[in-house]
């Protein structure tokens, strides 16, 4: 690829998802502004060019990334700028930024919900950021870190409602093992991308509770048509197929893969552990913790039936124990 006609990138984030899409970038050749605020994996990436934190074991060419911790510097020059941090921090990342973004392409890799705004992040850009929503895109489907770092085959979809800006984004990450396809749904997508990590959650629980693979498949078949029910009545949008990629797809690797951290932390509450040692457990943010709570207010506000949903937030935020809970859900679950 000829680098001098590339799109300049940026970068925010630096845990799995944020690595791996920097070993996307460089490996299609493309040069990353890299805005890392960790002192620690800063110097790994420098002198070793490994994040010493996140897949370690991730090479990155350093002839194609720059790592810095001023935002400003990250982004001011680059075309497509990839917000790949969790949604809990995001916040923090961009206060110090005063270079507008208005002009950029700015694409969510986030896959989760401002906590306390219950805005996705495409929402929360649009409104904070002026950012115009034909410049708004979002990367989303299966597509564990770990996978897409080593560099194995994944299937990812582009959202946005300009067509020309969700191809520039496809034109830069696609690859051979990179697949992308496009898509207009962008408030779609996005909430399917939150909506599966609750469901991991429950997923995770059953699991933890040692229920079995029959009873596992009833459970996701709920949470499948649970999510579509919310999104087509939240969402409206002619011709959605809910069994692609980016939502069927993306829900059934987060509920049965054991790389999904909002599976972990199920597991752990169905083992017996509380939701505080649950969360001080993990070392990776899981979304479906915050998600939880925004999908229930909000489904609530439309008088949609969640009892799956409602479960996870149960456990979560209102002290019912993870076996008492799912035994509930086990009287009304067809």
Same mark, same amino acid.
């Given at each position: 690829?000829?680098?001098?006609?590339?799109?300049?990138?940026?970068?925010?984030?630096?845990?799995?998802?944020?690595?791996?899409?920097?070993?996307?970038?460089?490996?299609?050749?493309?040069?990353?502004?890299?805005?890392?605020?960790?002192?620690?994996?800063?110097?790994?990436l420098t002198t070793r060019c490994r994040n010493s934190k996140y897949l370690p074991w991730c090479y990155i060419d350093s002839d194609y990334f720059t790592v810095s911790a001023d935002i400003n510097e990250v982004v001011r020059d680059a075309e497509i700028v990839i917000l790949a941090m969790p949604s809990a921090f995001m916040k923090k990342f961009l206060d110090p930024l005063t270079v507008s973004l208005k002009d950029k392409i700015v694409v969510s890799a986030v896959k989760g919900i401002i906590p306390g705004d219950y805005l996705t992040i495409v929402e929360h850009m649009n409104k904070y950021y002026d950012v115009p929503m034909e410049k708004l895109a979002v990367v989303t489907g299966p597509s564990h870190a770990e996978e897409v770092g080593q560099l194995q085959l994944s299937y990812l979809t582009?959202?946005?409602?300009?067509?020309?800006?969700?191809?520039? +984004?496809?034109?830069?990450? $696609?690859?051979?093992?990179?697949?992308?396809?496009?898509?207009?749904? %962008? @408030?779609?997508?996005?909430? *399917?991308?939150?909506?599966?990590?609750?469901?991991? +959650?429950?997923?995770?629980? $059953?699991?933890?509770?040692?229920?079995?693979?029959?009873?596992?498949? %009833? @459970?996701?078949?709920?949470? *499948?048509a649970e999510m579509k029910r919310f999104i087509d009545e939240a969402i409206k949008m002619d011709n959605r197929d809910i069994n692609s990629a980016a939502y069927m797809g993306d829900l059934l690797v987060t509920c049965y893969s054991p790389l999904s951290r909002n599976r972990r932390l199920g597991t752990l509450m169905g083992k017996g552990c509380s939701v505080k040692s649950a969360l001080n457990e993990m070392t990776m943010v899981a979304e479906g913790y915050y998600a939880a709570e925004c999908i229930r207010l909000s489904s609530m506000r439309r008088n949609i039936e969640m009892p799956i949903a409602d479960m996870v937030w149960s456990v979560l935020y209102n002290n019912v124990s993870a076996r008492e809970a799912m035994n509930n859900l086990i009287q009304i679950l067809k």
């Open positions: 690829m000829n680098t001098e006609s590339s799109p300049r990138c940026a970068v925010l984030g630096y845990g799995s998802w944020a690595t791996a899409i920097v070993k996307t970038l460089t490996f299609n050749r493309h040069h990353v502004n890299w805005l890392v605020l960790n002192d620690d994996i800063h110097e790994s582009v959202a946005s409602e300009s067509m020309e800006s969700a191809e520039k +984004v496809r034109h830069t990450l $696609a690859n051979e093992y990179f697949r992308c396809s496009l898509s207009t749904d %962008v @408030l779609g997508v996005e909430a *399917a991308a939150i909506m599966k990590n609750i469901y991991a +959650v429950a997923v995770g629980i $059953a699991v933890g509770l040692r229920y079995g693979d029959n009873f596992l498949a %009833v @459970l996701i078949a709920g949470c *499948a």
